[in-house]
C-alpha cells in the first residue's frame, strides 16, 4: 500500500557527507512520521533519526551534532543530511514511515536500503 525508495548512498571517504533521500508514495491517507535506521555486518538493526509532523525529532547518540534528519511534506519525503562521516557509521539505511492507510489502519512500512560506506 506505500512504497518507500531511497536514494544518495554511496562511498565516502572518512570526514566526508552524504544526503540520503526517501521519497514514500502509494495509498495512504498521510504520513505520521518518518525516520532512517541502519543494519551493520553482524550488529542489530538501530534507530538512527527520526522526525514526527515535520518538527519532533529523535537522534541516536552516536551521530548527534553530525546527522541531520529533514522532511517535506507535501513531497512525502524525507531526507538525512550526514556530515563528518566515520567508518563506523558503515551500514545499510533504511527508510520507515509510519502512516495511516486511506482506512485509516496504521501501517509500519520500508525501504529497500541503501549502501553507505565510509572509508578510513
Known amino acids: 500500500q506505500v512504497q518507500l525508495v531511497e536514494s544518495g548512498g554511496g562511498l565516502v571517504q572518512a570526514g566526508g557527507s552524504l544526503r540520503l533521500s526517501c521519497a514514500a508514495s502509494g495509498r495512504i491517507l498521510r504520513i505520521n512520521a518518518m525516520g532512517w535506521y541502519r543494519q551493520a555486518p553482524g550488529k542489530q538493526r538501530e534507530l538512527v533519526a527520526r522526525?514526527?509532523?515535520?518538527?519532533?525529532?529523535n537522534y541516536a547518540d552516536s551521530v548527534k551534532g553530525r546527522f541531520t534528519i529533514s522532511r517535506d511534506n507535501a513531497k512525502n519525503t524525507v531526507y538525512l543530511q550526514m556530515n563528518s562521516l566515520k567508518p563506523e557509521d558503515t551500514a545499510i539505511y533504511y527508510c520507515n514511515a509510519d502512516s495511516l492507510s486511506l482506512l485509516g489502519n496504521p501501517l509500519d512500512s520500508w525501504g529497500q536500503g541503501t549502501q553507505v560506506t565510509v572509508s578510513s
Open positions: 522526525i514526527i509532523s515535520g518538527t519532533r525529532t
